[in-house]
């Protein structure tokens, strides 16, 4: 029932500013967390940020705060993510993750999110 679709994902060099979207396909008011998570090869799939629906609290990883903002437009239920000052370590594959249970103290486990996106490539040259 519920599909991902994320884009936005290119190449810019460091110190740019890019930003991923996610539509979300059957949304309903059961999803209560939104989150975007990152994938480089050989490595575990890490969270990057995250929204609670209800009220638009939002979680960041150490790695990205200051620079990476979160977003969630429920009028389009379209969540975004907004990233700034980018850095090579930034580059990986981007995904989009929505969960009807997710507790906040675990919002950075991917295991937490039942529903995924395809995945959106972002690369940082320097």
């Known amino acids: 029932q519920v599909r991902l679709v994320e884009s936005g994902g290119a190449s810019v060099q460091a110190g740019g500013s890019l930003q991923l979207t996610c539509v979300i396909y059957g949304f309903s008011i059961e999803i209560n967390f939104v989150a975007w998570f990152r994938q480089v090869p050989g490595k575990e799939r890490e969270g990057v940020a995250s929204i609670y629906n209800p009220n638009l609290n939002t979680y960041v990883a150490d790695s990205v705060q200051g620079r990476f903002t979160i977003s969630l437009d429920t009028e389009k239920n379209t969540a975004y993510l907004q990233m700034t000052a980018m850095k090579p370590e930034d580059s990986a594959m981007y995904y989009c993750?929505?969960?009807?249970?997710?507790?906040?103290?675990?919002?950075?486990?991917?295991?937490?999110?039942?529903?995924w996106g395809q995945g959106t490539q972002v690369t940082v040259s320097s």
């Open positions: 993750a929505a969960g009807d249970a997710v507790r906040s103290l675990w919002w950075a486990r991917p295991s937490s999110y039942p529903y």
